[in-house]
């Protein structure tokens, strides 16, 4: 069965450093999506991609976010300068085009981000 | 901005009762509404769906109802076992954007 993946698993940095987060989406899958999940909590929308521009952002994705598809397979998420409050779980999703399909999301494993 | 309120945040069964959760949203527009189990330090995965032109929709041990009118939607486990222990989270997309519940950690005791 076709996967999301991510990488890194495990990402720790220092206060104020930048971050980027990969993701490869399923390969026939035209939306993208992050999420964040601060531990303990809910799973919260940060941003979601189609045709190459961003489609929806949350409160949470200020200017210190960002994101790219820099070729036809990852789907990136950058942090500017990090903050200790985005330590947290980042989920990568994709969902397809078509009509009901592109309901059904598939999440990536994640990637915990710890900022020291 | 959009909410969806999940109900209990806990809820505690013995091994072969059922559980059930519950979820309400404010914006009648959705027409799609998931339910995600998490396992402690997984992803969520999808268990079960309803679109809006649904009242029930049944998988094994495992149901969702939705009543549009009240605008909640519920999940039913039954004959639950311990491998159901988890964090359930029920989502709703008025739009293109996915909003998840708070979460139920559900524990079954064996």
């Known amino acids: 069965e076709p996967e999301v993946t991510q990488t890194p698993s495990h990402q720790v940095t220092q206060m104020g450093q930048e971050v980027i987060l990969r993701c490869v989406p399923i390969s026939n899958h035209l939306y993208f999506y992050w999420y964040r999940q601060i531990l303990g909590q809910k799973v919260e929308f940060l941003v979601s991609?189609?045709?190459?521009?961003?489609?929806?952002k949350s409160e949470i994705f200020d200017d210190q976010f960002s994101v790219e598809r820099p070729d036809g397979s990852n789907f990136t998420l950058k942090i500017r300068s990090t903050k200790l409050e985005d330590s947290a779980m980042y989920f990568c999703?994709?969902?397809?085009?078509?009509?009901?399909?592109?309901?059904?999301?598939?999440f990536g494993a994640g990637t915990r981000l710890s900022v020291l | 901005g959009e909410n969806v309120e999940q109900h209990p945040s806990t809820l505690s069964v013995q091994e072969g009762d059922s559980a059930v959760i519950k979820c309400t949203y404010s914006?009648?527009?959705?027409?799609?509404f998931p339910w995600y189990k998490q396992e402690l330090g997984k992803r969520p995965q999808l268990i079960i769906d309803i679109r809006s032109n649904v009242g029930e929709k049944k998988d094994q041990r495992i149901a969702v109802t939705l009543n549009k009118t009240a605008k909640h939607f519920s999940l039913h486990i039954t004959e639950t076992q311990p491998e159901d222990s988890a964090v359930y989270f029920c989502a709703w997309r008025p739009g293109n954007q996915f909003y998840f519940g708070t979460g139920t950690s559900l524990t079954v005791i064996p």
């Open positions: 914006d009648s527009a959705s027409n799609y």
């Open positions: 999703a994709s969902t397809a085009d078509k009509l009901v399909a592109k309901n059904i999301q598939y």
């Open positions: 991609f189609y045709n190459n521009e961003i489609s929806e």
